[in-house]
């Protein structure tokens, strides 16, 4: 009993200009949920990628980021203790503890942002493997020396290889730019930990502390020591993958909700679009319409006719988005992270969740868009539709 | 005994316009055999064209019995009805009403697609109805690419190739100059003559009127 799609296709040809625009409409809808999506997996994908899963990282209980954290000497002698830490080659324990300040830096297309400054000891790039120098050298420890993350260069222009940064009143030396395989460190810049504790008057007051377990089963024992030793109270050990993906939900949500927010808003105005389309297309062809349930065919077929039509002018417009949102991919931005007020470069990324729920709210939009028009056509009295001539 | 295959007893029809109720047609009787050719003639108002509507079952009375090969359509159900008529009646209209992007073959294939008929089938039966009406070699023409008595001659294949209990046609030369006129009158006529099918026909003009067998006048509502 069903009219057949050829008719709902060719219809489209015969009113070319209104159909195109509401698939214009529909797309950019869509190409803007889609590219609010990326963005939101996109930063919440670069601090995921930012830890490991083997590593702990250790804060303050009450801190909401690394820079609000600070983890004193003796704790970090406790921690040392623990018998839970992976010891390189040479039997040295793989622990890092961190110290990590926000400068400000003029940026190259003026003002200024902030910068993270990460202070580390030789420990920290055993711990992060995939961070490697592409340009100059490794800084020598015991120096004022910095190595930049490979995104810092492009938005800051003091921070460029050679050139001197002025941190805590003296000047440092960039040395080196590393990569670290577009996780969060790409947007840091690091030196010798004592240096900066030292520069900043920290005494031995780290912000936070990360080590290689010797096995990630050992975790719930770290936790219970935690929990257990009175020294230890005040801290939280984390998995540093799952504390650098909690550190993304703040920002990831905050553009996921005001930016499905807004879009929403727009889709009001395709909705609107497709249902001016849709309305104008039952009235074309109310003739039709009569002849078509005189010939025998049901006040169903008729409505999931109009409707089929309206899903198909969404769907084609959520083809369109999507392809359109595929040049996005890959694409950098840089903006401030608010998990830790510091600048955070970071890509559009596409799962296959933002497209399946990008292509959910574009068949909303064809539905409710064609619903009442689809209603109206298949209420219209037959002998009234065959007298519109 | 009687070979009828319409039987109308008493039917009345009245339109509501905001609080006043208009009359249409008036308690009319009267049957139709089978492989009759009827023309229902009268001025315009006259009711013709509801009293067609009515024994194609678009439109139901306000009172009395429609019985259609023993079928009294007044008491369908919405659904039935347009099951019953997709099965019964073959429509053909002024303005020939085919689909403008469907082919002449899609066109009259159309109501085939409310049968269980195989593709195949469907495909044979549709191009038997347009080779009747003599545009076997249109078929993959679109409506704007026919003239008027061809578009009409697509409607007549639409309106038999289900090979339906009766053919109701409204003023089906009302659009043509006077040669497709006499083309499709000549078709209806060899339709009824050749294939026995039974035809209602609406129209105006007397020369159409002729080659129907029996003519009926309505007058405001009533047979005269």
């Given at each position: 009993m069903?009219?057949?799609?050829?008719?709902?296709?060719?219809?489209?040809?015969?009113?070319?200009?209104?159909?195109?625009?509401?698939?214009t409409?529909?797309?950019?809808?869509?190409?803007?949920?889609?590219?609010?999506?990326?963005?939101?997996?996109?930063?919440?994908k670069?601090?995921q990628?930012?830890?490991?899963?083997?590593?702990?990282?250790?804060?303050?209980?009450?801190?909401?980021?690394?820079?609000?954290?600070?983890?004193?000497g003796?704790?970090?002698?406790?921690i040392?203790?623990?018998?839970?830490?992976?010891?390189?080659?040479?039997?040295?324990?793989?622990?890092?503890?961190?110290?990590?300040?926000?400068?400000?830096?003029?940026?190259?297309?003026g003002?200024?942002?902030?910068?993270?400054?990460?202070?580390?000891?030789?420990?920290a790039?055993?711990?992060?493997?995939?961070?490697?120098?592409?340009e100059?050298?490794?800084?020598?420890?015991?120096?004022?020396?910095?190595?930049?993350?490979?995104?810092?260069?492009?938005?800051?222009?003091?921070?460029?290889?050679?050139?001197?940064?002025?941190?805590?009143?003296?000047?440092?030396?960039?040395?080196?730019?590393?990569?670290?395989?577009?996780?969060?460190?790409?947007?840091?810049?690091?030196?010798?930990?004592?240096?900066?504790?030292?520069?900043?008057?920290?005494?031995?007051?780290?912000?936070t502390?990360?080590?290689?377990?010797?096995?990630?089963?050992?975790?719930?024992?770290?936790?219970?020591?935690?929990?257990?030793?009175?020294?230890?109270?005040?801290?939280?050990?984390?998995?540093?993958?799952?504390?650098?993906?909690?550190?993304?939900?703040?920002?990831?949500?905050?553009?996921?909700?005001?930016?499905?927010?807004?879009?929403?808003?727009?889709?009001?105005?395709a909705?609107?679009?497709?249902?001016?389309?849709?309305?104008?297309?039952?009235?074309?062809?109310?003739?039709?319409?009569?002849?078509?349930r005189?010939?025998?065919?049901?006040?169903?077929s008729?409505?999931?006719?109009?409707?089929?039509?309206?899903?198909?002018?969404?769907?084609?417009?959520?083809?369109?988005?999507?392809?359109?949102?595929?040049?996005?991919?890959?694409?950098k931005?840089?903006?401030?992270?608010?998990g830790?007020f510091?600048?955070?470069?970071?890509?559009?990324?596409?799962?296959?969740?933002i497209?399946?729920?990008?292509?959910?709210?574009?068949?909303?939009?064809?539905?409710?868009?064609?619903?009442?028009?689809?209603?109206?056509?298949?209420?219209?009295?037959?002998?009234?539709?065959?007298?519109?001539? | 005994?009687?070979?009828?295959?319409?039987?109308?007893?008493?039917?009345?029809?009245?339109?509501?316009?905001?609080?006043?109720?208009?009359?249409?047609?008036?308690?009319?009787?009267?049957?139709?055999?089978?492989?009759?050719?009827?023309a229902?003639?009268?001025?315009?108002g006259?009711?013709?064209?509801?009293?067609?509507?009515?024994?194609?079952?678009?439109?139901?009375?306000?009172s009395?019995?429609?019985?259609?090969?023993?079928v009294?359509?007044?008491?369908l159900?919405?659904?039935?009805?347009?099951?019953?008529?997709?099965?019964?009646?073959?429509?053909?209209f002024?303005?020939?009403?085919?689909?403008?992007?469907?082919?002449?073959?899609?066109?009259?294939?159309?109501?085939?697609?409310?049968?269980?008929?195989?593709?195949?089938?469907?495909?044979?039966?549709?191009?038997?109805?347009?080779?009747v009406?003599?545009?076997?070699?249109?078929?993959?023409?679109?409506?704007?690419?026919?003239?008027?008595?061809?578009?009409?001659?697509?409607?007549?294949?639409?309106?038999?190739?289900?090979?339906?209990?009766?053919?109701?046609?409204?003023?089906?030369?009302?659009?043509?100059?006077?040669?497709?006129?006499?083309?499709?009158?000549?078709?209806?006529e060899r339709?009824?003559k050749?294939?026995?099918?039974?035809?209602?026909?609406?129209?105006?003009?007397?020369?159409?009127?002729?080659?129907?067998?029996?003519?009926?006048?309505?007058?405001?509502?009533?047979?005269?």
């Amino acid at each position: 009993m069903k009219i057949p799609f050829s008719y709902t296709l060719r219809n489209f040809k015969q009113r070319k200009l209104t159909t195109a625009i509401t698939i214009t409409g529909i797309t950019l809808v869509v190409f803007v949920f889609i590219a609010v999506l990326m963005m939101a997996y996109g930063v919440q994908k670069t601090l995921q990628a930012t830890g490991s899963a083997d590593n702990v990282l250790v804060s303050r209980k009450a801190a909401t980021g690394e820079i609000s954290s600070i983890i004193d000497g003796e704790t970090v002698d406790v921690i040392k203790s623990l018998p839970y830490i992976a010891k390189n080659a040479e039997g040295k324990q793989l622990i890092s503890p961190e110290p990590v300040v926000i400068i400000n830096l003029n940026t190259i297309s003026g003002g200024l942002s902030n910068i993270s400054v990460r202070g580390v000891s030789d420990k920290a790039f055993e711990l992060r493997p995939r961070l490697k120098i592409i340009e100059g050298r490794q800084i020598n420890f015991g120096t004022r020396e910095l190595i930049v993350g490979e995104s810092i260069p492009k938005k800051f222009k003091d921070a460029a290889l050679g050139k001197k940064l002025k941190i805590a009143g003296d000047f440092w030396t960039v040395v080196g730019i590393f990569s670290a395989g577009g996780s969060g460190f790409d947007s840091e810049v690091w030196g010798d930990a004592l240096q900066l504790l030292n520069a900043f008057n920290r005494s031995t007051s780290v912000s936070t502390l990360t080590f290689k377990m010797t096995t990630g089963e050992d975790f719930p024992k770290i936790k219970a020591e935690f929990e257990k030793d009175r020294r230890l109270l005040q801290f939280v050990p984390k998995i540093e993958q799952k504390y650098f993906e909690e550190q993304s939900e703040m920002m990831a949500t905050f553009i996921r909700v005001l930016g499905t927010a807004v879009t929403v808003i727009f889709s009001l105005g395709a909705v609107i679009g497709a249902m001016i389309t849709m309305y104008a297309s039952v009235a074309n062809r109310t003739v039709e319409i009569g002849t078509l349930r005189a010939l025998g065919f049901r006040r169903r077929s008729i409505l999931a006719a109009f409707l089929t039509e309206s899903l198909a002018i969404a769907i084609i417009g959520w083809a369109i988005g999507m392809l359109l949102s595929l040049l996005l991919v890959s694409y950098k931005i840089s903006t401030l992270n608010f998990g830790s007020f510091a600048e955070l470069e970071f890509s559009f990324s596409l799962s296959g969740s933002i497209v399946i729920s990008s292509l959910i709210f574009a068949v909303i939009m064809g539905f409710v868009g064609g619903f009442l028009p689809s209603v109206r056509a298949a209420r219209l009295n037959i002998v009234t539709a065959l007298r519109a001539v | 005994m009687s070979n009828s295959i319409i039987s109308l007893v008493n039917v009345s029809k009245s339109y509501k316009r905001d609080s006043f109720n208009v009359p249409v047609l008036n308690h009319l009787s009267f049957d139709v055999e089978s492989g009759e050719f009827l023309a229902l003639m009268g001025p315009s108002g006259s009711g013709k064209t509801t009293l067609l509507n009515l024994i194609a079952g678009i439109d139901r009375p306000s009172s009395g019995k429609i019985e259609i090969n023993g079928v009294d359509i007044a008491t369908l159900s919405e659904s039935s009805l347009a099951k019953w008529r997709a099965n019964n009646v073959g429509f053909v209209f002024q303005f020939y009403n085919l689909l403008p992007v469907l082919t002449a073959f899609e066109n009259v294939e159309l109501p085939l697609l409310l049968t269980k008929l195989s593709k195949a089938d469907r495909k044979q039966r549709v191009e038997f109805a347009l080779s009747v009406v003599g545009l076997a070699d249109r078929m993959s023409h679109y409506p704007k690419q026919l003239s008027g008595g061809q578009e009409q001659r697509v409607a007549i294949a639409r309106a038999i190739v289900t090979d339906p209990t009766i053919i109701v046609a409204d003023e089906p030369t009302g659009d043509l100059d006077k040669n497709s006129a006499v083309e499709i009158l000549t078709l209806l006529e060899r339709l009824n003559k050749e294939m026995k099918k039974t035809i209602i026909m609406v129209t105006h003009d007397p020369n159409a009127a002729k080659i129907a067998g029996i003519t009926k006048h309505l007058d405001k509502g009533d047979l005269v």
